[in-house]
C-alpha cells in the first residue's frame, strides 16, 4: 500500500491531501496545484531481440535491465530534491533512438494476449514503491504506438488495460496515474484502432471503471488541433505534448501552434471541464532563455514535463530516454532543466 496518494482538487493535483507546491508562486505566476514531471519512459524497460539489445552495452557490460533499473531509483532522490514530483514510463518503453521510424527491437512489458509479465511487473512494483518513499507520482503509461502490434487483437488490447489496473489496485499504488497510449493521434504506428484518438476514450473509460475511480486515467495526444470531444469528457486530467510546437507562442504571430495557444486551444474545447493540464513529453529547451515552453506552460497554468534524448554523436551523459542511461543530473540539458525547477519551485 502506498503512503503517497495523489489526486486532483479544485483543478489542480495534491498529494496526500496537500496541494502540490503548497502556497508556491513564481514571477506572479500560481505553482501550487501543479505536477512538474520528466519522461523516462525506459525505466524498466528491457529489449528481447537478440539481435538489436546488445547495441544497449553499457561501457564496462553487456545491456542489463535489472541496472537500468537499479540506477534509475538511485537518482530518484536527486531528482526529488530539484522539485521534481512525478516520472512517467510506459509498459512498451519509447524508442531508444529518441525518434525513429524503424524499430526493430521488442520492448514490450505484455504478453501477446496482454498479461503483465513477470519481470516487467517486478521492475515496476520498484520504481512505484521508491517513488512512494519519495513522495513522488508515476505517470505510466500502457501503450507505444510501433510496439502496440505486440498484441494480437483488440481484446488483447482491453486485457492489458485491466490486467494492470487489476494490479495496480492490488498492490494499492495510489501514487500512479495511467496514460493509457502515447500520443494516440499519432499517424500510422497504431495497430489496433481501440488506441487510437478516435476510440481511445474506449480504454480510459474501461480503466476508471474496473478501478472503481481509484486511479485517474488520461492518454496523451500531440494536439496541435483541438483534442476530440470524447477523451477531453472521459480523462481525469490532460496529457498534450510539446514536440510539434513551435516556441512558447509560434514561430511568428499570429500561429497556429505555441505552448500558449494550445493551453486556450483545449481548454476551450466544449468537453472541458476544468481538468488539470499537464506536458508530460516536449523536447524544447532553452532554459536559459526568459521565455521558453517550460515557462510558457507555467504562465498557462500548465505543468510540464521534459523529454531528453541523446542525439547524434552526443555523449552516454546525454539523454533520458536514449539506451544505455545514465540516470544522473549529468549534461548541460539536464542541469539546465532541473536548474529551472528548482527555481520555479523553490
Known amino acids: 500500500m502506498s503512503s503517497t496518494v495523489v489526486s486532483i482538487q479544485a483543478g489542480g493535483f495534491a498529494i496526500n491531501g496537500a496541494p502540490t507546491y503548497a502556497g508556491r508562486s513564481w514571477k506572479g505566476h ?50 526529488r530534491a530539484h522539485g521534481l514530483l512525478a516520472i512517467c514510463l510506459n509498459i512498451q518503453g519509447g524508442s531508444p533512438q529518441g525518434y525513429s521510424w524503424h524499430q526493430p527491437w521488442k520492448i514490450c512489458g505484455f504478453t501477446p494476449d496482454g498479461t503483465l509479465k513477470p519481470a516487467w511487473a517486478a521492475r515496476l512494483a520498484k520504481v512505484i514503491e521508491a517513488c512512494d518513499r519519495n513522495g513522488m507520482a508515476v505517470i505510466l ?48 504506428v497504431w495497430a489496433h484502432p481501440v488506441i487510437t484518438a478516435a476510440r481511445c476514450h474506449e480504454l480510459i473509460e474501461l480503466a476508471q471503471k474496473r478501478s472503481k475511480g481509484k486511479l485517474l486515467v488520461s492518454t496523451s495526444l500531440i494536439g496541435l488541433d483541438a483534442p476530440p470531444a470524447a477523451t477531453v469528457a472521459a480523462a481525469d486530467f490532460l496529457l498534450p505534448h510539446g514536440n510539434r510546437v513551435h516556441g512558447p507562442d509560434g514561430p511568428f ?26 506536458y508530460n513529453e516536449d523536447d524544447h529547451f532553452e532554459f536559459d532563455k526568459p521565455d521558453n515552453h ?24 546525454d539523454g533520458f530516454q536514449s539506451l544505455p542511461v545514465d540516470w544522473t543530473i549529468s549534461s548541460a540539458r539536464k542541469r539546465g532543466f532541473f536548474g529551472l525547477l528548482k527555481e520555479i519551485t523553490g
Open 141 to 188: 503509461g500502457l501503450f507505444y504506438g510501433k510496439q502496440s502490434g505486440t498484441l494480437k487483437d483488440e481484446a488483447a488490447v482491453k486485457a492489458a488495460v485491466t490486467n494492470t489496473v487489476d494490479w495496480l489496485v492490488e498492490k494499492g499504488a495510489t501514487n500512479v496515474l495511467l496514460e493509457i497510449g502515447n500520443e494516440v493521434d499519432l499517424e500510422n
Open 253 to 278: 504571430q499570429p500561429s497556429p501552434h505555441g505552448i500558449r495557444l494550445q493551453v486556450a486551444r483545449w481548454r476551450a474545447s466544449p468537453a472541458y471541464r476544468g481538468q488539470p493540464i499537464v
Open 30 to 79: 500560481r505553482i501550487e496545484g501543479l505536477l512538474f514531471n520528466s519522461r523516462m519512459a525506459n525505466a524498466i524497460a528491457d529489449d528481447e531481440n537478440p539481435s538489436t539489445r546488445g547495441g544497449w552495452a553499457y561501457a564496462d557490460g553487456d545491456w542489463d535491465a535489472e541496472r537500468n533499473t537499479a540506477e534509475f531509483i538511485a537518482a530518484l532522490p536527486a531528482y
Open 294 to 317: 517550460f515557462v510558457a506552460a507555467v504562465e498557462s497554468g500548465a505543468s510540464w514535463g521534459f523529454f531528453d534524448y541523446r542525439r547524434s554523436r552526443e555523449r552516454f551523459e
